[in-house]
T-cell receptor, first 109, second 113 residues
Framework: LAKTTQPISMDSYEGQEVNITCSHNNIATNDYITWYQQFPSQGPRFIIQ???TKVTNEVASLFIPADRKSSTLSLPRVSLSDTAVYYCLGNTGGFKTIFGAGTRLFVKA | EAQVTQNPRYLITVTGKKLTVTCSQN?????MSWYRQDPGLGLRQIYY???????DKGDVPEGYKVSRKEKRNFPLILESPSPNQTSLYFCASSPSDSQETQYFGPGTRLLVL
């Protein structure tokens, strides 16, 4: 199961693009990369998942380079409501889950 | 509405008084899991269950018990709570395993005096 490392916090302004990078040096061949978002006093919410290259949905994009030792979550044109904690996870398809401390994103007006 | 529910949402108790936090999901998910969240530590997995009668330890199982007698329910039991178990607890479920999207409950805030 991949252990992940993320920046503790990031600041941004409304309308900017935010990129949060996650390091997962020991990621296994079968690991997917999954990102969750958590607002205060709420449970985490799934944002996006990928295995390699680029994945995009209505909320975010996920970039995973060829060596898969890192991934970058990209949030286009953030708003105040994107202020939250973002977690990246390495999933093997097994049952144990390690969330880590996450990245606290603060969006300012 | 598809959801994961937890009860109670808030609980204040005293050291040593047994308590149970219930978790129920209506999505027919096989996989369920309990996490605790403490400031600066993110979410840490306590126990998880792959299906009825199949459970296993997560990273921080000490002081907790679980059972999975029915597919929809996954209660968390604290036989003798201690102050270091004061935390925010989340239950989650997913269709098969943790590779799938996990759906989280609203959380239970526990204070052990």
């Amino acid at each position: 199961l991949a252990k992940t490392t993320q920046p503790i916090s990031m600041d941004s302004y409304e309308g900017q693009e935010v990129n949060i990078t996650c390091s997962h040096n020991n990621i296994a061949t079968n690991d997917y990369i999954t990102w969750y978002q958590q607002f205060p006093s709420q449970g985490p919410r799934f944002i996006i998942q990928g295995y390699k290259t680029k994945v995009t949905n209505e909320v975010a994009s996920l970039f995973i380079p060829a060596d898969r030792k890192s991934s970058t979550l990209s949030l286009p044109r953030v708003s105040l409501s994107d202020t939250a904690v973002y977690y990246c996870l390495g999933n093997t398809g097994g049952f144990k889950t390690i969330f880590g401390a996450g990245t606290r994103l603060f969006v300012k007006a | 509405e598809a959801q994961v529910t937890q009860n109670p949402r808030y609980l204040i108790t005293v050291t040593g008084k047994k308590l149970t936090v219930t978790c129920s999901q209506n999505m027919n998910h096989e996989y369920m899991s309990w996490y605790r969240q403490d400031p600066g530590l993110g979410l840490r997995q306590i126990y998880y269950s792959m299906n009825v009668e199949v459970t296993d330890k997560g990273d921080v199982p000490e002081g907790y018990k679980v059972s999975r007698k029915e597919k929809r329910n996954f209660p968390l039991i604290l036989e003798s709570p201690s102050p270091n178990q004061t935390s925010l607890y989340f239950c989650a479920s997913s269709p098969s395993d943790s590779q799938e999207t996990q759906y989280f409950g609203p959380g239970t805030r526990l204070l052990v005096l």
